[in-house]
């Protein structure tokens, strides 16, 4: 990605900002079942809204816009000592175009100026596509964790060192 984008920070009391991240998510999960079988995030809309709604109590969200068009979006949180991203997340109809990378470098970024050595996000282990990305990132695993339904590799990667 050659070109800077625009990236907004959504706040809880933009409704129509939040339902755009939301709508990002679900476009997401129904793209991933369709392709790759994997229905972790292949919520109703309504859900995916409640996800969103109740993620804005807890961490820090973005929207990616590229001329003026919601292209991505991703989480970030400050855990101890290591900066926790989460949902990233690029729209279906521009998957592939740099996007992703484009996050990731600005959620690297964001760690260093925190002044943050790490880097962790956790990934679900059936998700190869995501997991070799993160991995083509620099990123390794470094534990599992699990939910109700599914277990999750935490991955990481140092930053600024």
């Known amino acids: 990605m050659d070109r800077e984008l625009n990236i ?11 339902f755009t991240v ?3 998510l679900n476009c997401c999960g129904k ?6 079988g994997l229905h972790h995030w ?9 996800i969103v709604f109740l993620c804005l109590l807890k961490n820090q969200i973005y ?12 989480q970030i949180k400050v855990l101890d000592d290591v900066l926790f991203f989460e949902k990233l997340a690029v729209a ?8 992703g990378s484009y996050c990731m470098k600005l959620i690297e970024k ?6 943050l050595k790490k880097v962790r996000m956790e990934v679900y282990d059936q998700s190869e596509h995501a997991i070799d ?23 990481e990667k140092a930053v600024g060192v």
């Open 8 to 18: 907004i920070r959504v706040h809880l009391y933009q409704m129509k900002k939040a």
């Open 22 to 24: 939301a709508k990002i």
């Open 31 to 36: 793209d991933m079942s369709n392709k790759y």
């Open 42 to 50: 292949d919520n109703p809309m309504i859900k995916s809204c409640v």
């Open 63 to 74: 929207l990616v816009l590229d001329a003026g068009t919601s292209v991505a979006t991703f």
């Open 92 to 99: 279906p109809n521009v998957s592939g175009k740099g996007y």
């Open 110 to 115: 964001r760690a260093i100026k925190l002044g």
């Open 133 to 155: 990305f993160y991995k083509h990132k620099g990123y390794s695993q470094v534990g599992e964790t699990g939910t109700l339904k599914y277990t999750d590799l935490v991955m």
